[in-house]
């Protein structure tokens, strides 16, 4: 029986090094797999980042590019979760221009109800912050593209697992 596609969140806590990145995106080039989001951080230990990607695969493709990841010298561990096993959320910021803030009363609304939030206004243009699912970025995008976006940007995924990683002790052991 064929397996589902489906989103996986990826976790790899790794050394900071040059060149890493481009190794572990060729590992889903190789597999023509697209990457739907990618972010990287430090992570809860000193001196160790954490790569956290999506893609959208089945669960036997995602075991194996599991498996290439932590061959790479640099990766210390790599792990898989499902949507229902994380908690994740994105970042967006919009750049729109600033006299629809005070002339258009839908854009208040709009704001108001998709629970963003202004970070700065000034003569030219204002800036709206929203965390969120991606669906509700999404919507809101398609809420304010009639009135002109000047400047749009989203973060990838940014995820912490519903259940306690083991990963804390390890990566300590690691930095010892």
Known sequence: MEQQKQLFTVSIYTENNVGLLNRISAIFQKRHINIESINTSISEIEGVS?????????????????GQIE???EVIKAFYHTD?????????LFKIKSD???EERSIQNIIKESNARIVTVNRE??????SGRKHEIELLYRELKPFGIMQF???????????????TKLLEAFNA
Do not use: A, H, N, P
């Not at 243009?125 to 929203?130: A, C, G, I, N």
């Open 125 to 130: 243009f204002f800036v709206l912050e929203k």
């Open 84 to 92: 229902e096993e994380t908690i994740y959320q994105e970042s967006c």
């Open 50 to 66: 954490r790569f956290s990607l999506v893609v959208d695969v089945t669960e036997e493709q995602i075991r194996k590019i599991i």
């Open 100 to 102: 629809l803030l005070f």
């Open 153 to 167: 940007v989203r973060s990838g995924r940014i995820s912490v697992t519903k259940d306690e990683m083991k990963i």
């Open 71 to 73: 061959k790479q010298v």
